[in-house]
Nanobody
Framework: QVQLVESGGGLVMAGGSLSLSCAAS????????MGWFRRAPGKEREFVGRITGSGMTYYADSVKGRFTISRDNAKNTVFLQMNNLKPEDTAVYYC????????????WGQGTQVTVSS
């Protein structure tokens, strides 16, 4: 029903910034909770943060103060602004969507690679 496509990944130096986008195809995007996750090499998937349809955000402690999630419901897009990047932020970043009342991330994107060099 819903397709998610991430973009904006790339190679940056430690201390730099990068902005990711996630474009969604769906007729009720504004009702979805949208989340960002990441998976580093050799590690399990990690929660990064989420944003509700009304714009309320929540972040993992590891990224608080450095990452910001926002959304543009008119454009069916969610963003992840990453500042003061560290080598340990290197991972494949995924966006995901929670349909209303499901309580679960049902839809996932293919991911975009973020590499932070020292």
């Amino acid at each position: 029903q819903v397709q998610l496509v991430e973009s904006g990944g790339g190679l940056v130096m430690a201390g730099g910034s990068l902005s990711l986008s996630c474009a969604a195809s769906g007729r009720t995007f504004s009702t979805y909770i949208m989340g960002w996750f990441r998976r580093a090499p050799g590690k399990e998937r990690e929660f990064v943060g989420r944003i509700t349809g009304s714009g309320m955000t929540y972040y993992a402690d590891s990224v608080k103060g450095r990452f910001t999630i926002s959304r543009d419901n008119a454009k069916n897009t969610v963003f992840l602004q990453m500042n003061n990047l560290k080598p340990e932020d290197t991972a494949v970043y995924y966006c995901a969507a929670v349909p209303p009342f499901s309580g679960e991330y049902v839809y996932w994107g293919q991911g975009t690679q973020v590499t932070v060099s020292s």
